[in-house]
């Protein structure tokens, strides 16, 4: 079961996402209308996931995004978004933004994305991804020092098992970590490097030979 948040100011989609969550077996902790609505309630509500509208009538989805992820930079925001526009796509990503469905998508894929988010892991509406990949190969190509340099040695060592897909909770085991503490870890690199979440860093842990040279089983 997974806290869940859903802002949206169309009552009607909003009820039948909250209805779908509660259905698949998800806890909705708290329902917004507007940008205020959401900050006002988001502290008390502690969601794992907030699933996100990008068209509000006062904040925007990005601006929630980053003022909740300031707040608490363990939660996970899943937009869900009429928009499929490459601009509001990677704004969002940059933002934060874990995830990034269109509202095309179905019941089942909604149920699966919130699943996915909490557990750390990106997710996108298919085509999409190509997107913020594309995106990161345009940062990763650009001029700089070596970040590498600012991560610590837990910090590299987490990231390595990241690079090789490993999930959070697997690399909790595998480290006799708690779940939170490995999700603070990769907050913290993901904030030295200057990424927005999960699929940035192992992309840039791929292309800088993190995924190969670890310690094996």
């Known amino acids: 079961m ?13 009820d039948a996402v909250e209805r779908d969550l509660q259905a698949a077996g998800h806890q909705v902790v708290a ?23 990008l068209q509000l009538p006062d904040l925007s989805g990005v601006q929630i995004t980053s003022m ?4 608490d930079p363990t939660a ?14 990677l704004d969002a990503i940059k933002a934060g933004a874990t995830g990034y469905l269109v509202k095309s998508a179905s019941s089942a894929e909604l149920v699966e994305a919130v ?11 298919p085509g999409l991804a190509g997107l913020v990949l594309g995106e990161f190969r345009r940062v990763a190509d650009g001029p700089g020092d070596d970040p590498r340099d600012q991560l610590t040695e837990r910090e590299t060592e987490i990231l390595r098992m990241v690079a090789t897909g490993m999930s ?18 990769v907050q913290n690199t993901l904030r030295k490097l200057q990424m927005n979440n999960r699929v940035q860093l192992t992309r840039w842990a791929i292309a800088h030979g993190l995924d190969g040279d670890g310690d094996g089983d």
């Not at 997974?2 to 909003?14: A, F, G, I, N, T």
């Not at 699943?115 to 509406?125: E, H, I, K, L, P």
């Open 2 to 14: 997974v806290r869940v948040m859903v802002v949206d100011d169309h009552p009607m989609w909003r």
């Open 168 to 185: 959070y909770k697997q690399i909790a085991s595998r480290l006799v970590l708690s779940h939170r503490t490995v999700q603070n870890h």
């Open 76 to 89: 996970r925001v899943l937009i869900l978004s009429a928009s499929g526009e490459q601009a509001d796509v």
């Open 115 to 125: 699943t996915r988010v909490a557990d750390g892991d990106a997710v996108f509406t």
């Open 68 to 71: 909740m992820l300031e707040h």
């Open 31 to 53: 329902v917004a209308s507007n940008g205020r609505e959401a900050m006002a309630r988001f502290p008390a509500a502690a969601p794992q996931v907030v699933v996100l509208d």
